[in-house]
């Protein structure tokens, strides 16, 4: 499939009725990420992770901050677990930290790691609120990383161990476990920009790790399916892309259909119809030889895939490469801390350049817009119909503060969320199967190479005290759910 960016995008909103209802069973959550939340990171047997060491390398996040003690979930879960009720929430998306359950990666199973996450599973429970867990949300255990992370083809095997062992203690009372949260991120920014653990710069490694991150989920579905009961539902997260040229010329174009490769392609195709795409193939063999595909590989990623998590912030704007883009480019990615102060190598590519876009902004200067993700699933819809949707990330970070009232009235964030829900509404008017939304985040975190200086929570966090607030869009969501709809 090929990314059409000049093709017109769906504009619906004049025939929207007054009130938009979600259909009856509409799943409605919020998320977060273990190393964002939990803190705890030398407790209980946990073993170190490459965020740990990443982390605390000078120079690596924003404000010099780490997830030592973040928002110190480990300890106070039941409380937050009590506010999600409060809202009613009808499921929590929370990841398990693989060093917390088995420390090096292999071998020995920390029991103390699992009972945390069992006793997190049965309050959600006892509140009505379904668990949705995810195995890896980027924090590898660090030993791992020391035999070559993501680039051995070795670690896919050891996830799939990991995979099974959870499969086995909590797919009893978690009805969905997803396998990875967005490998994109963990390949491309881990390895080829370098903002994201482990640090490394290297297109080719960037490439390695995205293969054997596909590997990883293929072995790890099927592992879990040898655990889980008949009813368990085994899903992906992904963070795909509206990928679109920065201007009409042919090359901007071509660098748009190259770029939707890397971005979306790389991914869905593989995992969804067991092939890589042709042209992502010929447009890299001068990084790589693929010789890290092997036979078999591509049936085993091929996994049957129950649910397909889509996250979604901003379309991308890109350029083909050019001397001129070279000379002007930033040293970052254009859509990580840097912002969008100037054109930026794609992650994982030579051939295109992240270009800025137009405003309005979030606080992490990415673009609002929400018919974009109108977009989106409409074409995932239209590639890969048998595949039911659920959005597990859509928020974002504005420069809210608790004002005199103590409260924390964040109007642009509600305009967000509203905007983007309509855009999910306009979605399934078309026909496309979408079963819930979870908002990101929960409450404030740690947000990676950002550290805390962005916040995308529905609950303000004081990281000095831990004490957590309401903010207005908490109680705006909880409107929307009790409605089963928006205005």
């Known amino acids: 499939m090929q990314q059409r960016g000049a093709e017109p995008r769906p504009t619906p909103e004049a025939g929207r009725p007054a009130r938009l209802r979600f259909p009856d069973g509409f799943v409605w959550g919020t998320a977060t990420a273990s190393y964002q939340v939990e803190g705890a990171v030398t407790e209980d047997g946990r073993g170190p992770s490459i965020w740990d060491t990443f982390t605390h390398e000078p120079g690596?996040?924003?404000?010099?901050?780490?997830?030592?003690?973040?928002?110190?979930?480990?300890?106070?879960?039941?409380?937050?677990?009590?506010?999600?009720?409060?809202?009613?929430?009808?499921?929590?998306?929370f990841s398990i930290a693989w060093p917390r359950v088995v420390p090096t990666g292999a071998g020995t199973v920390n029991q103390a790691g699992l009972d945390f996450y069992r006793r997190l599973v049965d309050a959600l429970l006892e509140h009505g609120i379904d668990p949705l867990a995810t195995l890896y949300h980027w924090d590898l255990p660090q030993p791992l990383q020391d035999a070559g992370g993501w680039m051995n083809r070795d670690t896919a095997l050891r996830f799939a161990e990991y995979a099974q062992v959870v499969g086995a203690a909590l797919g009893d009372r978690?009805?969905?476990?997803?396998?990875?949260?967005?490998?994109?991120?963990?390949?491309?920014?881990?390895?080829?920009?370098?903002?994201?653990?482990?640090?490394?710069?290297?297109?080719?490694?960037?490439?390695?790790?995205?293969?054997?991150?596909?590997?990883?989920?293929?072995?790890?579905?099927?592992?879990?399916?040898?655990?889980?009961?008949?009813?368990?539902?085994?899903?992906?997260?992904?963070?795909?892309?509206?990928?679109?040229?920065?201007?009409?010329?042919?090359?901007?174009?071509?660098?748009a259909r190259h770029v939707d490769g890397l971005a979306n392609r790389i991914f869905l195709d593989p995992m969804l119809c067991g092939q890589y795409p042709v042209d992502v193939l010929d447009d890299l063999r001068h990084i790589t030889d693929w010789g890290f595909l092997r036979d078999g590989d591509l049936a085993t990623i091929h996994a049957p895939l129950d649910l397909l998590g889509v996250n979604y912030y901003s379309p991308t704007l890109v350029a083909a490469a050019t001397p001129e883009l070279e000379q002007r480019t930033s040293t970052r990615w254009v859509?990580?801390?840097?912002?969008?102060?100037?054109?930026?190598?794609?992650?994982?590519?030579?051939r295109a350049f992240s270009v800025p876009?137009?405003?309005?902004?979030?606080?992490?200067?990415?673009?609002?817009?929400?018919?974009?993700?109108?977009?989106?699933?409409?074409?995932?819809?239209?590639?890969?119909?048998?595949?039911?949707?659920?959005?597990?990330?859509?928020?974002?970070?504005?420069?809210?503060?608790?004002?005199?009232?103590?409260?924390?009235?964040?109007?642009?964030?509600?305009?967000?969320?509203?905007?983007?829900?309509?855009?999910?509404?306009?979605?399934?008017?078309?026909?496309?199967?979408?079963?819930?939304?979870?908002?990101?985040?929960?409450?404030?975190?740690?947000?990676?190479?950002?550290?805390?200086?962005?916040?995308?929570?529905?609950?303000?966090?004081?990281?000095?005290?831990?004490?957590?607030?309401?903010?207005?869009?908490?109680?705006?969501?909880?409107?929307?759910?009790?409605?089963?709809?928006v205005d």
């Open 174 to 255: 978690v009805p969905t476990i997803t396998t990875l949260n967005e490998p994109w991120c963990a390949a491309f920014l881990g390895h080829a920009s370098g903002v994201h653990a482990p640090g490394i710069t290297d297109n080719a490694a960037a490439l390695t790790a995205a293969h054997h991150l596909n590997l990883a989920h293929g072995l790890g579905a099927a592992a879990l399916r040898s655990v889980l009961p008949a009813t368990g539902q085994v899903s992906l997260t992904l963070n795909l892309s509206v990928v679109r040229p920065a201007t009409d010329r042919a090359d901007d174009r071509d660098a």
């Open 60 to 93: 690596r996040v924003v404000d010099g901050t780490n997830g030592d003690i973040a928002c110190d979930h480990y300890h106070r879960f039941r409380e937050d677990v009590a506010t999600m009720a409060e809202l009613g929430l009808g499921s929590y998306r």
């Open 357 to 485: 876009q137009a405003g309005p902004y979030t606080a992490m200067n990415w673009r609002i817009e929400p018919g974009s993700l109108t977009e989106l699933l409409v074409r995932v819809h239209r590639d890969h119909p048998a595949v039911p949707l659920m959005i597990t990330e859509n928020g974002a970070a504005f420069l809210d503060e608790p004002g005199p009232d103590g409260v924390v009235h964040d109007a642009d964030r509600i305009e967000y969320l509203h905007g983007h829900l309509a855009a999910v509404h306009d979605a399934i008017v078309q026909g496309v199967d979408v079963r819930g939304y979870y908002v990101w985040s929960f409450m404030d975190n740690f947000e990676w190479a950002w550290g805390f200086s962005k916040r995308f929570g529905l609950v303000h966090v004081d990281y000095s005290t831990g004490k957590r607030t309401l903010k207005d869009s908490a109680t705006w969501y909880r409107d929307v759910i009790a409605a089963q709809g």
């Open 335 to 350: 859509n990580d801390p840097q912002g969008p102060d100037g054109p930026a190598r794609y992650p994982g590519t030579d």
